[in-house]
């Protein structure tokens, strides 16, 4: 490692974590991104790199570019802000959502235990999704009357298990 690129990064250091700072939005995101451009920067050929800054202030925006779009982030990132007791309160019933849920998986469990692949993807796309045979079958590369005929039978199974 040579002394000129520790001096190269340190002199754009601040610029760098204002860069990702100003991307990312969170300080600690930030200050990881300009440690990741260091590792970046120990690992290039600087004698190929015409503008030491232009290139790690490059080098800083995409990685922080890359990491809003990331899923990590996107999952972490909370959808709505944290609801107040009195909003939560009235919400839906814990109870009615659990008793909700056990219904929803025993119904996939049916349609596991009774249909087969096919069976189970033309009827939830018929039944849950409401596309029409044509597209089931456009979807599943299958003929249109073959696409009836698996919901058909589909539906007769369940009926025959209830």
Request: net charge positive; no cysteine.
């Amino acid at each position: 490692m040579s002394t000129a690129g520790l001096d190269e990064f340190l002199q754009a250091r601040p610029r760098l974590f204002r860069i990702a700072l100003r991307i990312a939005g969170d300080r600690h995101d930030a200050e990881e991104l300009v440690q990741d451009v260091w590792v970046r920067w120990q690992r290039t050929d600087r004698s190929a790199v015409a503008d030491p800054q232009a290139f790690l202030a490059t080098v800083a925006s995409r990685l922080a570019i890359n990491l809003v779009q990331s899923a990590r982030r996107r999952h972490e990132t909370a959808v709505d802000p944290w609801l107040p007791d009195e909003r939560a309160a009235a919400g839906p019933d814990p109870q009615v959502n659990a008793e909700n849920q056990e219904a929803y998986a025993r119904a996939v469990q049916l349609l596991t235990d009774r249909l087969s692949p096919a069976e189970r993807a033309t009827y939830v796309l018929r039944e849950g999704f409401g596309y029409p045979y044509r597209q089931i079958a456009e979807t599943l590369r299958i003929g249109t009357p073959n696409a009836r005929q698996l919901v058909k039978r589909a539906r007769n199974r369940l009926a025959q298990a209830v």
